[in-house]
């Protein structure tokens, strides 16, 4: 079946620092990626939509030059989390779609600490 | 956009008991409407899922029906058992609208042994 890869599983940075999260689609062409956050006992809230090629579009409230979207090839999405905060600790979640088919198939999510 | 609203927050059964948990979705325009299992520090794992054109499915314990009407839809687990204790989401996506996959609030399921 499909895979997403997502790396780091979790990161621990200072404030201030900048972190990149990785989500590579294994199998399959990645034509949309979704990135959702996740705080402790609460539900995925999605944070962007990118399509290869095309910059990402941003939902409401999420700051999109915090939150560096680059979508560049079908099997390759990157999420920067730029000058990171405390409150940015969360786990952070990707999920894959391919036009050709319904379903989307997640990444095993990255738990980042900022401190 | 879509918004998706899951009842209830938290749910509790006895081991052999059903369970079920509802949705509703906002967006008439949604097509697809998948559940999901999450484990503590885990990613969600697709359950079950169900198309607009479709009132009810069922894969075994689980099963799943939809009203498209009252635009709810319902997760429903028989017999459960204690590795059936998760949080359990519900989810909704309009293809029409760029294919964004929207979340219910989740719930979380205790099945009491």
């Known amino acids: 079946g499909a895979v997403v890869s997502q790396h780091p599983s979790w990161v621990i940075c200072k404030s201030g620092t900048s972190v990149k999260i990785e989500c590579r689609s294994l199998?399959?062409?990645?034509?949309?990626m979704f990135w959702y956050r996740q705080f402790p006992k609460q539900s995925l809230m999605l944070m962007a939509t990118s399509n290869e090629g095309s910059k990402a579009t941003y939902e409401q409230g999420v700051e999109k030059d915090k939150f560096l979207i680059n979508h560049a090839s079908l099997t390759l999405s990157t999420l920067t989390v730029t000058s990171a905060h405390p409150e940015d600790s969360s786990f952070y979640i990707c999920s894959a779609s391919n036009r050709d088919s319904y379903g989307y198939t997640f990444g095993s999510g990255t738990r980042l600490t900022v401190v | 956009g879509e918004n998706v609203e899951q009842h209830p927050s938290t749910l509790s059964v006895q081991e052999g008991d059903s369970a079920v948990i509802k949705c509703t979705y906002s967006d008439s325009a949604s097509n697809y409407f998948p559940w999901y299992k999450q484990e503590l520090g885990k990613r969600p794992q697709l359950i079950i899922d169900?198309?607009?054109?479709?009132g009810e499915k069922k894969d075994q314990r689980i099963a799943v029906t939809l009203n498209k009407t009252a635009k709810h839809f319902s997760l429903h687990i028989t017999e459960t058992q204690p590795e059936d204790s998760a949080v359990y989401f519900c989810a909704a996506i309009s293809y029409n609208q760029g294919g964004k996959l929207i979340f219910g609030q989740g719930t979380e399921l205790s099945v009491k042994p």
């Open positions: 199998d399959f062409q990645a034509t949309t």
């Open positions: 169900i198309r607009s054109n479709v």
